[in-house]
């Protein structure tokens, strides 16, 4: 699984947490802020749901668990956009992708 491959499951995510929350869809890419800023997407609450459903994508997809919400909550999630969550996605998640 590339990074490419991520982002793109992080955007379908996002997206269906948004319509969950009856948050309007913007056009979302790479560089849309998640969490941490006046223009963030998400709020806590949505940002859990969003990590819940990438993990579960992800495991899906890999055949493993990644234990991945628990190892990000762990760590600061300060100015998160997509593509910097993706970024620690394959981080955490080492040579299993």
Partial sequence: MSR???????????RAVCQMKGIT????????????SAEAVLDSLGIALLLVQVEESLNAL??????????????DLGHETVGTLADRCLLLMGNRL
Avoid at 25 to 30: A, D, H, I, M, R
Avoid at 62 to 75: C, D, I
């Fill in 4 to 14: 490419e491959d991520i982002v793109r499951i992080i955007l379908g995510r996002l």
């Fill in 25 to 36: 869809e913007k056009s979302f890419s790479e560089s849309t802020v998640l969490i941490g």
């Fill in 62 to 75: 890999s055949g493993t668990q990644t234990v991945l919400v628990q190892r990000l909550f762990s760590e």
